[in-house]
């Protein structure tokens, strides 16, 4: 069970920014946010993680609301290099193994 | 750093084969994590090591399948007899144990096809 909830699939035009919903109403104080995506053909990679702060790093800006019931992965410019099935994971702190569920897959149009 | 990195990227093999994949994780890496991803389950965990100890094979889905960890550096996941409902892609993760970060480190996957 991934305990979180995402769209299956989301469009996106390039250049434009994409917002990537996540529902996580059940977290609970000690889990932390993951985001991985996954490329065609390849394994998952990391791309961000946040405990409650928004967090930006060189690949995209993870905002985590108020109450940590949800969250959202922000792309601010996406690129054709960007399409990708993206995942959000809960992870607790006690170091327990990643969840996957099923994504949401990110399609860019030129 | 040349990232986890599995072998064989590819395998084919017939029904009742033995089948070995294996995995050479990060340098310094502490956990090890072996997934299976198909279009009807997606990507599930199977069994994860923590300091060359196996901490939770709930994820194997059979007796067929069985995992080792000899050293940091290497590790294996068999399945004896092979069935084509095995057939997936096989990925190897690893990580530093430590913290809520715990940034997992994919590599390129297994193709399994068993005929």
């Known amino acids: 069970d991934a305990k979180t909830t995402q769209p299956n699939s989301m469009e996106s035009n390039e250049e434009e920014p994409v917002h990537l919903p996540c529902n996580h109403s059940?977290?609970?104080?000690?889990?932390?946010i993951h985001w991985y995506r996954q490329l065609p053909s390849q394994g998952p990679e990391y791309v961000i993680h946040g405990l409650t702060s928004n967090v930006n790093n060189r690949m995209a800006s993870l905002a985590i609301a108020e109450d940590r019931k949800s969250s959202t992965l922000i792309l601010h410019r996406a690129t054709l290099r960007d399409a990708a099935v993206y995942y959000c994971?809960?992870?607790?702190?006690?170091?327990?193994?990643?969840?996957f569920g099923k994504g949401t897959r990110l399609s860019v149009i030129a | 750093d040349a990232g986890v990195i599995q072998s064989p990227r590819h395998e084919v093999t017939e029904m009742g084969q033995e089948v070995t994949l294996r995995c050479k994780p990060i340098?310094?890496?502490?956990?090890l994590f072996w997934y299976r991803q198909t279009m009807m389950r997606g990507l599930e965990l199977l069994i994860y090591f923590n300091n060359n100890v196996p901490i939770d094979d709930s994820g194997m889905p059979e007796d067929r399948f069985s995992a080792k960890m000899p050293n940091a550096s290497f590790s294996t996941l068999k399945i004896q007899p092979s069935e084509p409902r095995d057939s997936a892609v096989y990925f190897c993760a690893s990580s530093l144990w430590g913290g809520g970060s715990n940034e997992q480190f994919f590599g390129p996957g297994t193709r399994l096809t068993v005929l």
């Open positions: 994971i809960r992870a607790n702190s006690g170091n327990t193994p990643l969840v």
């Open positions: 059940t977290i609970s104080g000690t889990d932390y």
């Open positions: 340098s310094g890496h502490n956990s």
